[in-house]
């Protein structure tokens, strides 16, 4: 199998004006007077009070009790629609029972857009003093429905949810209110994110692996959860670089997370690294679920269909399939209309732009075998001077539920200061920005530091961390910076391409 370097093709767009919205003021942090006194650069670049807006309106907000928020999962619960966040380590307190708890996993009622709840509060790990880092909480949650897994009762909900970065945990979530835990395993590193196909029970558990049998600490531990009452494990999967003693000798970074294609899409998709020595991997899922317990560079090899490999300085946070796609230039070709494509998100890790710039990147795998760029996705810095804004600047996630509101038409991403930005994707050789949203920071906006280490250049700055979609055509973000959880509706023109369920 060839590895090829994706072409980057930048397509750079401009931001439009802001649009005004009410605001708290903000707070300096305690003891930190430097913070105070730096916060006058942000105020320099642009203010922070009004909220900027293109074809993006916000309908909905909830503080989710000002804790860090990573990964929202977004589920209908009978007549209910629910979401899930995940939070990165912290500890705050829960309103609803007025005691300190470890971040861990908010329940929030979103059946009223406009009037959030929250529901209950799972706390999660106790994170660990790490500069530039957010440890411990509880960041991954996936859910799934009895109605749909194969193996258990119909009238039951259960969510899947990371432990801080050593556990795995299945909580049954059936009476919301009241979540009680189903099953445990400890003694992990380095959990990360995780994906439940609902359909066939099989979920991908990232975490370290058996001892002595991989050299990097994070892999994907296959289960079937079609039961979630009786997890079974299936076996572990990673490159065959990875592979100790293996024979292949070759710098691709740890894995970042993975993608289940679903049982109608014979492929799992995976995204390694996350700033740098990247790869996007596509995996056969019949073979890779039929291997036993082989993790041999051969096995790992014999499962891999096609790759799509990037440079030292690029990573791959996601890797999300668009399959199917018929560009509407090739409306009267009579051979290949149809083509497909993973979209790859790379992460900003480091704020003030002080490292490489990471992207998102349109790659063409209608041959699998043969992955090639056919283009990228990045807003434009300047007009929004991001760079002295404070915090990351730079891609973070895209949404990731398949939902046909929005599938195959228009993708969300999020991008840290320059928050949530709309692609029409319908072309997927040519993405075009068509919206976004970047909050007015609030009273609740924790500070960046340009130098975590030493406290220096620190603001209160908006870093929207993850953005996903729901059937009815809503879009939900979440802050990195203690900001609190967004709910979208998109306007305008794009209007157009959302195709809610009835």
């Known amino acids: 199998m060839r590895k090829l370097w994706p072409a980057l093709a930048c397509f750079l767009l401009s931001i439009g004006a802001p649009a005004f919205a009410q605001v708290k003021s903000v707070n300096a942090p305690v003891n930190d007077p430097l913070a105070a006194a730096t916060a006058e650069?942000?105020?320099?670049?642009?203010?922070?009070?009004?909220?900027?807006?293109?074809?993006?309106?916000?309908?909905?907000?909830?503080?989710?009790?000002?804790?860090t928020a990573y990964q929202p999962t977004i589920k209908q619960q009978g007549a209910r629609w629910l979401l899930y966040v995940g939070h990165h380590g912290g500890r705050t307190l829960n309103p609803l029972n007025n005691q300190q708890e470890e971040n861990g996993t908010s329940i929030v009622d979103v059946t009223d857009v406009s009037k959030p709840k929250l529901l209950f509060h799972i706390p999660g790990e106790k994170g660990r003093e790490a500069p530039g880092r957010e440890t411990g909480g509880a960041q991954m949650a996936r859910v799934c429905g009895g109605g749909e897994l194969p193996n258990t009762d119909p009238s039951k909900f259960y969510l899947l949810r990371t432990f801080g970065e050593s556990g795995q945990e299945i909580w049954d979530v059936t009476t919301p209110e009241k979540p009680s835990i189903v099953w445990r395993i400890d003694?992990?590193?380095?959990?990360?994110?995780?994906?439940?196909?609902?359909?066939?029970?099989?979920?991908?558990?990232?975490?370290?692996?058996?001892?002595?049998?991989?050299?990097?600490?994070?892999?994907?531990?296959?289960?079937?959860?079609?039961?979630p009452e009786m997890p079974v494990k299936i076996r572990e999967?990673?490159?065959?670089?990875?592979?100790?003693?293996?024979?292949?000798?070759?710098?691709?970074?740890?894995?970042?997370?993975?993608?289940?294609?679903?049982?109608?899409?014979?492929?799992?998709?995976?995204?390694?690294?996350?700033?740098?020595?990247?790869?996007?991997?596509?995996?056969?899922?019949?073979?890779?679920?039929?291997?036993?317990?082989?993790?041999?560079?051969?096995?790992?090899?014999?499962i891999e269909v096609?790759?799509?490999?990037?440079?030292?300085?690029?990573?791959?946070h996601t890797a999300f399939p668009l399959y199917g796609m018929e560009p509407s230039g090739f409306a009267?070709?009579?051979?290949?209309?149809?083509?497909?494509?993973?979209?790859?998100?790379?992460?900003?890790?480091?704020?003030?732009?002080?490292?490489?710039?990471?992207?998102?990147?349109?790659?063409d795998v209608t041959d699998e075998r043969h992955p090639f760029g056919v283009a990228t996705y990045e807003p434009d810095e300047r007009p929004g001077n991001f760079c002295d804004r404070g915090g990351r600047f730079g891609a973070h996630s895209s949404n990731e539920s398949r939902t046909p509101a929005f599938y195959g038409r228009l993708m969300f991403?999020?991008?840290?200061?320059?928050?949530?930005?709309?692609?029409?994707?319908?072309?997927?050789?040519?993405?075009?920005?068509?919206?976004?949203?970047?909050?007015?920071?609030?009273?609740?906006?924790?500070?960046?530091?340009?130098?975590?280490?030493?406290?220096?250049?620190?603001?209160?700055?908006?870093?929207?961390?993850?953005?996903?979609?729901?059937?009815?055509?809503?879009?939900?973000?979440?802050?990195?910076?203690?900001?609190?959880?967004?709910?979208?509706e998109v306007t305008g023109e794009p209007r157009e391409l959302v195709r809610p369920r009835n």
Not at 472 to 483: E, F, K, L
Request: aromatic share 10%.
């Open 187 to 227: 003694g992990f590193r380095s959990t990360h994110k995780n994906d439940w196909d609902c359909r066939s029970g099989i979920a991908l558990l990232v975490h370290s692996g058996a001892e002595n049998r991989w050299n990097v600490q994070r892999v994907t531990n296959v289960y079937d959860l079609s039961n």
């Open 41 to 67: 650069r942000a105020a320099k670049a642009y203010d922070a009070s009004k909220t900027e807006a293109l074809n993006l309106r916000q309908v909905g907000w909830n503080d989710l009790a000002a804790r």
């Open 306 to 316: 096609g790759r799509a490999t990037l440079p030292e300085f690029l990573g791959a």
């Open 413 to 488: 991403f999020t991008w840290f200061n320059a928050g949530v930005r709309m692609v029409d994707v319908r072309d997927p050789y040519k993405p075009r920005e068509v919206g976004y949203f970047i909050p007015a920071r609030n009273a609740n906006t924790d500070y960046r530091c340009d130098d975590e280490k030493d406290r220096k250049g620190c603001v209160p700055v908006i870093q929207m961390n993850n953005v996903e979609v729901d059937d009815r055509g809503y879009v939900y973000a979440v802050d990195r910076a203690n900001s609190g959880l967004f709910i979208l």
């Open 332 to 363: 009267h070709d009579t051979t290949l209309k149809m083509r497909n494509f993973v979209v790859v998100v790379n992460e900003n890790n480091v704020t003030a732009c002080a490292e490489a710039r990471q992207m998102a990147f349109f790659i």
């Open 237 to 302: 999967v990673s490159l065959p670089e990875h592979v100790k003693g293996g024979g292949v000798n070759e710098p691709t970074a740890p894995l970042h997370g993975a993608l289940l294609g679903g049982p109608d899409l014979n492929r799992v998709f995976f995204g390694y690294g996350t700033n740098k020595n990247g790869a996007a991997v596509i995996v056969d899922r019949d073979k890779m679920l039929k291997g036993g317990s082989d993790i041999s560079a051969k096995a790992m090899q014999d």
